[in-house]
Nanobody
Framework: QVHVVESGGGWVQPGGSLRLSCAAS????????MGWYRQAPGKQRELVAD???????NYDDSVKGRFTISRANAKNTVYLQMNSLKLEDTAVYYC?????????????WGQGTQVTVSS
């Protein structure tokens, strides 16, 4: 069984910073990629950033230059450093992991962590 757990959400004023963490645990052979998605009220879930097992990264244009994704492979953990936060960054942030198990490759999601940017 695999668990994906996020932490680090909260409330912050515009211009502030937050750091999200996500850890995958369980019977994992390897993790191909991990990423962060977000979903604001009334909107579809969208990709924020992702990172592969060889540290190739991809960012949505709306967060480029403000957010940084990084990964600690030995700990099956991914981080999202969010700087210069804007009101429109308010959303539930979800961690996603593409994981190789003995039975094949599967996508796993965390339960989500709320990020609220307001004054």
């Amino acid at each position: 069984q695999v668990h994906v757990v996020e932490s680090g959400g909260g409330w912050v004023q515009p211009g502030g910073s937050l750091r999200l963490s996500c850890a995958a645990s369980g019977s994992i052979f390897s993790i191909y990629a991990m990423g962060w998605y977000r979903q604001a009220p009334g909107k579809q879930r969208e990709l924020v950033a992702d990172i592969t097992d060889i540290d190739n990264t991809n960012y949505d244009d709306s967060v480029k230059g403000r957010f940084t994704i990084s990964r600690a492979n030995a700990k099956n953990t991914v981080y999202l450093q969010m700087n210069s936060l804007k009101l429109e960054d308010t959303a539930v942030y979800y961690c996603n992991a593409l994981i190789k198990l003995s039975a094949g490759e599967y996508n796993f999601w965390g339960q989500g962590t709320q990020v609220t940017v307001s004054s």
